[in-house]
């Protein structure tokens, strides 16, 4: 297990007293129990978890929800679906389709569909995340070798870039991404 201290985290990224406070005592069991376990991982992770939620600050998108209103994609096919199964997480689950997977995944029932908050929920905020992190296989991405490529739209991609579109579905925010991911990696080796 990699041990993420608040002085360490700190480091990496500008996070609040209250949210060291919040997330320290859960960040290493948690990753650990989903293999996020070595240097490698542990950057990686934390690197877009903290561009994602912003420093560990938000586990509920800001925007209302009503731009997924209607989107078939994420399963949101009754009215009012956006608005309720907006993102939350510290990488943000959405959709209705994605909340069932979620909860099915944490609970082995379907409770997140009626009470979608507790992805706000410290512990919950970041299981969902290690259970995204999981579901699409993002430690075989850590795991690659550093001169690693695959193509995306026609050009050759290293794996924080992948990393990055495979969360994110384009490269949105990458050099923060990577500003975290470089400083991770020296703080955590």
Not at 32 to 43: F, G
Not at 101 to 129: G, K, M, W
Request: net charge positive.
């Amino acid at each position: 297990m990699i041990e993420i201290t608040k002085e360490k985290l700190k480091q990496v990224c500008n996070i609040s007293e209250r949210n060291l406070n919040t997330f320290i005592p859960i960040l290493s069991p948690t990753l650990d129990r989903y293999q996020i376990n070595t240097v490698e991982r542990v950057a990686c992770f934390i690197a877009q978890v903290a561009h994602e939620s912003g420093a560990f600050h938000y586990v509920r998108e800001i925007a209302s929800g009503k731009a997924y209103e209607g989107r078939k994609d994420l399963g949101n096919t009754q009215a009012g679906d956006g608005v309720k199964f907006k993102g939350r997480g510290l990488i943000q689950t959405t959709g209705r389709t994605n909340y069932r997977d979620v909860s099915l995944f944490l609970f082995n029932d379907e409770r997140l569909l009626t009470n979608p908050e507790l992805l706000e929920q410290p512990q919950y905020a970041l299981d969902s995340a290690c259970f995204y992190w999981k579901r699409k296989d993002l430690n075989s991405i850590c795991d690659k070798d550093s001169n690693w490529r695959t193509a995306f739209k026609g050009k050759p991609r290293d794996k924080f870039e992948w990393l990055t579109i495979k969360i994110n579905g384009g490269l949105n925010g990458y050099a923060d991404r990577l500003q975290y991911y470089r400083k991770a990696q020296k703080v955590f080796a």
